[in-house]
């Protein structure tokens, strides 16, 4: 597995854990087309996420903190 693979594994597993922690009537779509959750509702409010490089970024952010 490479490491962009892992990271959106772990990205998915992340959003997902969030989602239910939080109770977040929201779903996630990643730039691969990856759903979370997976059984997302087609009319269902949701954040895209259109590239890996936005997340590496909020990433980056939050270290200068």
Avoid at 13 to 18: F, R
């Amino acid at each position: 597995m490479s490491g962009a693979d892992r990271r959106l594994e772990d990205l998915v597993k992340l959003l997902g854990h969030a989602r239910e922690r939080l109770g977040l009537d929201l779903g996630f779509v990643l730039w691969d087309g990856s759903i979370v959750p997976a059984g997302l509702r087609r009319d269902a409010f949701a954040m895209k996420i259109a590239d890996e490089g936005a997340v590496a970024t909020l990433r980056d952010g939050a270290a200068e903190v």
